[in-house]
């Protein structure tokens, strides 16, 4: 049974969607791909209104390209980083697999702009590694290669040879100390600061990998920095990365009804961190094996040959 909290929150995100299918940043505004992907990720998560759903999920392919992509908006078709959201968001529904086969295709050959590595006392991370960029033609960075790593090990990909160098890239980008930011190690010589959300989503790709002594200090991060979280998409990443290597806490409901309850003083949280909060503590099983289970052969095997 959904706790009475999440339900309503369930509910609230419900009303928001618009009669195009799709889901806004915040009410009133037009709809959003990632919004509506997050929203789906949600709301499918529980089993709560498969019509809704359905409906959300034909806006993104009303978004889609020619090319398989889906950018952020049709003025800006260079940003395509919710493509991965859109294939997690039409995953287990065989009337959408064509859209998502497509989606796969593109981001499988979609590459970020990479130089060799530099040398001397203050080079930091190895640029000519490859991940995934933001948008096209830009170099790349933690959280989108992350994302697009679990969605290709969504889709049955994970030992696709892009998969594995974006792992290589994580790792390599992984702080010394414990932790990871958007993707920048070194500056001037120091180590700069990891983020709970960043640490978070790169432990759910590498979830399955790589070795846990690899990660050891990173998941050691997360958890000192745990007690202290209460916004949602720290929190959300957060405790799916924990929960990828089996270190989620038992009172991670409790830790996300704290947040929740933070918008009667800060407002309303936008459609994708409240989604993503909701995943996070899904009664019944993590959000990285939700994306993961029933992944489509037929999908994997055809996109293996063909990149």
């Not at 993707?183 to 790709?205: D, M, R, S, V, Y």
């Amino acid at each position: 049974m959904i706790q009475d909290p999440f339900l309503h929150s369930l509910e609230r995100m419900k009303s928001m969607q618009l009669p195009n299918g799709g889901f806004p940043y915040h009410p009133g505004e037009e709809a959003r791909p990632d919004s509506t992907a997050w929203a789906i990720i949600s709301m499918s998560a529980y089993k709560f209104d498969s019509e809704s759903c359905d409906r959300g999920r034909a806006y993104l392919v009303s978004q889609q390209a020619n090319d398989g992509c889906i950018s952020i908006s049709p003025s800006h078709s260079e940003a395509s980083w919710p493509t991965p959201l859109a294939i997690w968001a039409w995953q287990g529904s065989s009337h959408f697999r064509e859209a998502q086969k497509a989606a796969i295709h593109f981001l499988l050959h979609f590459v970020g702009h990479h130089i060799p590595k530099p040398t001397g006392p203050y080079a930091g991370h190895d640029p000519s590694l490859i991940g995934w960029p933001w948008i096209a033609d830009t170099h790349s960075w933690v959280l989108p290669t992350a994302l697009a790593m679990i969605a290709l090990q969504k889709a049955g990909l994970g030992t696709h040879s892009r998969v594995i160098q974006g792992k290589q890239m994580l790792l390599d980008r992984q702080l010394q100390h414990g932790g990871w930011n958007y993707g920048n190690t070194i500056a001037f010589g120091k180590e700069l600061h990891p983020l709970p959300e960043c640490t978070g989503i790169a432990l759910q790709a590498l979830s399955g990998m790589t070795p846990t002594r690899e990660i050891e200090r990173s998941l050691d991060y997360l958890l000192q920095e745990l007690p202290g979280l209460r916004t949602p998409i720290s929190l959300g990443w957060a405790l799916l990365g924990l929960e990828a290597w089996g270190r989620k806490p038992a009172n991670a409901a409790e830790l996300a009804l704290q947040s929740i309850h933070q918008q009667e003083r800060y407002g309303s949280y936008p459609v994708p961190s409240l989604a993503l909060l909701l995943s996070s503590v899904h009664p019944s099983q993590r959000l990285h094996s939700l994306w993961l289970q029933n992944a489509d052969q037929e999908i994997s095997g055809n996109l293996t040959r063909q990149g």
